[in-house]
């Protein structure tokens, strides 16, 4: 079956370490995005990418990076720049210009400890 | 920049009652495209109805219809013989298209009593 998987569905991470978070899916979409989620602050976007190795910022994109070296995976590193990391993560693609329907993963609670 | 404002934090209804929710969103672009996304406890989030800006006539899916007022820039989502399975958060979300940025609201909450 297609769809989109994140792994993993929780992680823990020490103060001032890095940590990834994948994204893959197997929908043969070509965008795909990351998206914070916090209490009372929805959905907000870090990063997305239109196609393979082109990527751009969303609107809290700081502390964050990531790649798009394959169509299929979308990668998110939570680098030691990210003041406040805990939260929860989900990924999302879209297949095209015609149809626009976001798919998301099952997101990554990640927290700080 | 486009911005999607849900103004409500939480609702409330009887089951097998009818509920709306509310969404106003802000773009200068004509073309453009509005979700509803419904997030139940397991966090997976799914598609209930779209709309696209062109079409005139409103969106329906079953037990979920939306009020698209254009010129009002209001998308509001109508949830009919609400059920307990109903109970989720609730996401507007506006996309230009063309892979831009999908921008959601900040959700509401619905919560519908047995």
């Known amino acids: 079956d297609g769809g989109i998987t994140q792994s993993p569905k929780y992680l823990f991470r020490k103060e001032g370490q890095n940590v990834t978070l994948s994204c893959e899916q197997n929908l043969n979409h070509d965008a795909m995005y990351w998206y914070r989620q916090d209490p009372g602050q929805g959905l907000r976007l870090i990063y997305y990418?239109?196609?393979?190795?082109?990527?751009q910022k969303g609107d809290i994109a700081e502390g964050y990076s990531v790649s798009r070296e394959k169509k299929e995976s979308f990668p998110l590193t939570v680098t030691s720049a990210q003041k406040n990391p805990t939260a929860f993560y989900l990924c999302?693609?879209?297949?095209?210009?015609?149809?626009?329907?976001?798919?998301f993963g099952q997101g990554t609670r990640l927290t700080v400890v | 920049a486009q911005t999607v404002t849900q103004s409500q934090p939480e609702m409330s209804v009887q089951e097998a009652e009818t509920v709306t929710l509310s969404c106003t969103y802000d773009?200068?672009?004509?073309?453009?495209?509005l979700f509803w996304y419904k997030q139940p406890p397991s966090r997976q989030m799914i598609l209930v109805i779209r709309q696209e800006a062109y079409k005139q006539q409103n969106a329906t899916e079953n037990r979920f219809s939306v009020n698209f007022q254009k010129a009002a820039k209001s998308f509001s989502l109508k949830i009919s013989d609400s059920q307990l399975g109903d109970t989720a958060m609730y996401f507007c979300a506006f996309d230009l298209g063309a892979n831009s940025k999908l921008t959601f609201g900040k959700g509401i909450t619905l919560s519908v009593r047995p």
């Open positions: 773009t200068s672009e004509n073309n453009y495209y």
């Open positions: 999302a693609s879209i297949e095209s210009v015609v149809n626009t329907e976001a798919f």
């Open positions: 990418s239109q196609i393979v190795n082109d990527f």
